[in-house]
């Protein structure tokens, strides 16, 4: 995702209007006084979303925070699951306390932290008590300041994101620096991945979006699924959402073996298919991430995804106002 100072503003304009409801002005930049910049992000955040549930995304999210990891990265994960959070499950991991406790100043960030596979850090969503999930859409600034501090803990910080379209999701989405989005050949997942994208196209105002095919066939099934995506979104949004595939995992009865057991696949079976598809997948976003590390100095550096997003926690206007 560009990092160029300007298109992060645009970005961060179209987010404030969506989560209000409503469009604002178009800002001229070079009118306005400059502005303090933020500090450089510490961490690159990775989102990975999905369309709809049941694609793969929670599975898709902790095999790359695994393999990341591997690489001697210091990675977090992040479930931005605030009511059927089941990250920690993938991870077998049986968590004391979750993001509600963070919330409610009962724990801080290092202590609701568990430790995964790989040494990565595990800050479970919500799925000990519902009132987050019930909880309104303007707790969302809140919540992104609670987890600030994770950018002293890593390098890549991973957020498996809720599945479907929120306010919340619009907000982690603005903030990122770059997005997976997770689909596979189903009609119905391919049109959530549409909804997804016009979502990032009126949220974001232009988005670089990574593809992963899951539960393909084989590698030609997940090219046409591809393409299929690749080429309605090409049409309804020229120039705007930019998609690019970044691999696939077949439809495997070892994927099913290591969530029944509750570990990564990439440590349960080390030699399978959709191992070796994820530590493919893992090396591009590990080659990207030096090259994003790269930027975070000087003028072309990205702002912390952490960063409060002027009108983003604020709730819409009433339509009886």
């Known amino acids: 995702m560009s990092t160029d100072p300007r298109l992060i503003r645009m970005r961060q304009d179209a987010a404030s209007a969506f989560i209000r409801g409503g469009a604002d002005e178009p800002r001229n930049v070079s009118d306005e006084r400059p502005e303090a910049r933020p500090a450089p992000a510490r961490s690159q955040v990775i989102c990975v979303a999905s369309g709809k549930g049941g694609t793969g995304k929670t599975f898709v999210a902790t095999n790359l925070a695994v393999e990341l990891a591997r690489s001697g990265k210091r990675v977090a994960l992040i479930d931005a699951d605030f009511g059927l959070a089941n990250t920690h499950l993938m991870m077998g991991i049986e968590p004391r306390y979750d993001i509600s406790h963070l919330m409610s100043g009962e724990r801080t960030l290092r202590e609701i932290i568990e430790h995964g596979p790989m040494g990565v850090r595990v800050v479970p969503g919500g799925f000990l008590r519902t009132g987050l999930a019930l909880g ?6 809140g919540i992104m ?39 596979n050949h189903e009609v119905t997942s391919r049109q959530d991945v549409m909804s997804t ?35 309605r979104a090409s049409r309804m949004w020229r120039g705007r959402i930019k ?10 009865h070892y994927v099913q073996s290591s969530i029944l057991r509750g570990k990564p696949v990439v440590i349960a079976h080390p030699q399978c298919a959709p191992t070796r598809n994820i530590r493919l997948m893992a090396a591009r976003l590990l080659k990207h991430h030096g090259v994003w590390r790269s930027r975070q100095v000087g003028r072309w550096s990205a702002p912390s995804a952490f960063e409060p997003i002027a009108g983003v926690g604020s709730p819409p206007p009433s339509p009886f106002d």
Do not use: K, Y
């Not at 309104?136 to 600034?141: G, M, T, V």
């Not at 994208?197 to 590698?219: F, K, P, S």
């Not at 998609?243 to 495997?252: A, C, H, K, M, V």
């Open 197 to 231: 994208l016009g979502m990032l196209a009126d949220t974001l105002g232009a988005a670089t979006v990574h593809l992963v095919i899951n539960m393909a066939r084989d590698r030609g099934h997940a090219t046409v699924t591809f393409q299929q995506i690749w080429t």
């Open 136 to 141: 309104a859409d303007s707790q969302i600034e």
């Open 145 to 183: 300041s609670a987890l600030a501090p994770i950018e002293e803990e890593a390098d890549i910080v991973i957020v498996d994101l809720a599945a479907g379209i929120s306010q919340r999701t619009a907000r982690f989405l603005a903030g990122a620096h770059d997005i997976v989005l997770v689909a």
């Open 243 to 252: 998609l690019f595939f970044s691999g696939w995992i077949p439809r495997n």
